[in-house]
């Protein structure tokens, strides 16, 4: 099976004062080029960042839902029109350690439409791995290019399998406490293009 990946890297960062989260650097690299190695890593041909451009100079293809902001169904449906793999990998960009992530979720089980990741039976959306016929079928009825819908109206449907992981495959960086507890540090925003 041939895969992709849709990042999703372009919220406000409201607990974080509007900073750019995939931006935060741990052990000297953003979260987002750590995302991106950790989707090359389990085999991604095609990564497809929905985000304003943050790093130029990342291999990627940067897509925006319209309006922005929409939140992670809008951005989801907005870079799913350019995955062209069987299977797509759909990873936040604000994980802590996102290839011990992404290696959780692989292989997919033949009678499943995905899998994702579970903390304590509470399912992580945004980490996970997913057929893409299967998510065109469902994308294809939700309205308004799904803004501002919850992740359970483009997933709820569909036979996920849960994988169960231990919290720290799922710790993220919401708020500042938790980029000093991962021992992060706050990178530069990108310079505007004219």
């Known amino acids: 099976m041939s895969l992709d990946a849709i990042l999703l890297a372009g919220g406000r960062g409201a607990r974080v004062g509007g900073a750019a989260k995939p931006l935060f ?22 990564i497809v960042v929905a985000a304003p451009v943050l790093e130029p100079g990342l291999d990627v293809r940067w897509v925006r839902e319209d309006p922005p902001f929409g939140g992670p169904v809008a951005a989801t449906l907005a870079a799913l029109a350019a995955v062209e793999a069987d299977e797509v990998l759909v990873l ?5 350690d996102p290839a011990a992530a992404v290696g959780a979720l692989s292989p997919l089980p033949a009678d499943a439409d ?18 893409t016929a299967a998510l065109r079928r469902v994308a ?3 309205p308004d290019g799904g803004r501002d819908a919850a992740m359970r109206t483009l997933l709820g449907s ?3 399998e ?8 799922s710790r993220d960086i919401d708020t500042w406490d938790d980029l ?11 310079e505007e293009k004219p």
Not at 92 to 96: E, K, P, T
Not at 114 to 131: F, I, K, P, S
């Open 180 to 190: 000093t507890a991962a021992g992060g540090s706050v990178a530069s925003e990108p």
């Open 92 to 96: 936040a960009c604000d994980l802590v």
């Open 162 to 169: 849960l994988v169960d992981a231990p919290a720290a495959l």
């Open 158 to 160: 569909l036979r996920i």
């Open 114 to 131: 995905g899998a994702c990741l579970a903390d304590g039976g509470r399912r992580q959306w945004l980490t996970g791995r997913y057929r």
């Open 25 to 46: 650097r741990l052990d000297g690299e953003t979260l987002l080029a750590r995302a991106v190695a950790a989707a090359r890593g389990a085999g991604a041909e095609r």
């Open 140 to 142: 294809s009825t939700i």
